[in-house]
């Protein structure tokens, strides 16, 4: 676990893709005590495996007010007009994107999996050590936590 990327590394990443999409920034706030599939108000989460000889998990959450406003901001259009299904496209996507930057910067020649989105309670998530870095927009308050385990 040693070689994971750091809390600000992984910020830094989220905030390179949000940037360039969207023109959303993030910077580490306080973190989260627990992962966000165990906290009591409604986390949404995408979990996306990098299958291979070194395998890896990125997970990316979003509160549901943090979830709202990113995928606001991907696709353009307001918090109204939303669906609940264009949160976890939106989710997925991201989670696409900063696995594969986490690929590259871990140098590791593997194929992405599939993002799933969690439903409730994180079962069938191997979690040997999460690194991770919870956000916070500055010009938003949007709570957005990411994290590698592998």
């Keep these: 676990m040693s070689d994971l990327p750091s809390p600000e590394t992984l910020a830094k990443l989220v905030s390179g893709v949000t940037s360039t999409m969207f023109g959303m920034t993030f910077s580490l706030s306080e973190p989260l005590a ?6 009591a ?8 495996p990098i299958h291979g000889a070194r395998p890896l998990t ?11 406003a990113l995928c606001s901001a991907m696709f353009s259009c307001t918090k109204d007009e939303l669906e609940p299904s264009m949160i ?5 996507e991201l989670t696409n994107i900063v696995g594969g930057q986490v690929k590259r910067l871990l ?5 992405l999996g599939l993002p799933r989105i969690l439903r409730a309670s994180g079962e069938g998530v191997v979690d040997h050590g999460w690194r991770s870095a ?4 500055g010009s938003a308050e949007v709570r957005f936590w990411v994290a590698v385990t592998g």
């Design 107 to 111: 140098r590791v020649d593997q194929p």
């Design 134 to 137: 919870t956000m916070r927009s």
């Design 41 to 48: 108000q409604t986390w949404h989460t995408a979990v996306l």
């Design 34 to 39: 627990t992962t966000p599939w165990s906290q």
């Design 58 to 68: 990125v997970a990316l959450s979003a509160d549901h007010a943090g979830a709202e």
């Design 88 to 92: 976890e496209d939106a989710l997925s």
